[in-house]
């Protein structure tokens, strides 16, 4: 024991052990708490930063795919003799076969995850999470605007992106037989001299 003297008294304090150095559980478990809510917290920040990123890049995607579409069919009907844009794969058994004109079909290709276009893929993959839809009507049963409409989906059958454009022929014509899915673009150059 030592002796202390405050102000001329004296007094006896006990030699205490020297205090141990570290946490009291209490202290442990309230800092766990604590970090497990700002790990947490970060998570879900980075899992929703994500999700967003993934969902404008899919919506960007869709957007460039539906264009390049609307682009490359405007282009093929403008410069065809005829050709036929179908809705789907399976409306090509509705395209016509005649021995004077070569008709050449337009339609989303799922085993190759493009458009084809005369046997040949445009976009060959890009399509790979992807649909395409190809709408269209004519403002009489014979004329020479097509309205065009290209919707994007995706694997599960929603609409992503979806555009329109109407398409003119200079010379020809295009007929619609709506009901068997598909659209016939005739043109036919001007033979005036």
């Given amino acids: 024991m030592k002796r202390l003297d405050l102000r001329g008294k004296k007094l006896f304090v006990k030699k205490t052990r020297k205090p141990h ?14 970090s497990a809510i700002l790990l947490g917290s970060l998570a879900s920040v980075f899992i929703l930063t994500y999700k967003s990123y993934d969902a404008n890049t ?16 405007q282009s093929e ?29 337009i339609y989303y290709d799922s085993q190759n995850h493009g458009i084809d276009i005369g046997g040949n893929t445009y976009l060959a993959g890009t399509f790979k999470n992807y649909g395409c839809i190809l709408n269209f009507s004519c403002t009489a049963p014979t004329a020479n605007l097509l309205n065009l409409t290209v919707n994007i989906t995706d694997s599960s059958g929603n609409t992503l992106y979806s555009t329109s454009t109407s398409i003119y022929t200079q ?11 598909i659209a016939i673009v005739c043109s036919f150059p001007n033979t005036k001299q």
């Fill in 21 to 34: 150095a570290g946490f009291t559980l209490i202290e442990l478990v309230v800092a766990m708490a604590i």
């Fill in 77 to 105: 009907v403008r410069t065809c003799s005829c050709t036929t844009i179908c809705k789907t794969e399976t409306d090509i058994s509705a395209v016509p076969t005649n021995d004077n004109f070569t008709y050449t079909p």
């Fill in 58 to 73: 899919s919506q960007a995607q869709a957007q460039n795919l539906a264009l390049l579409t609307v682009q490359k069919i």
């Fill in 171 to 181: 010379y020809g014509s295009i007929s619609t037989a709506v009901q068997r899915g």
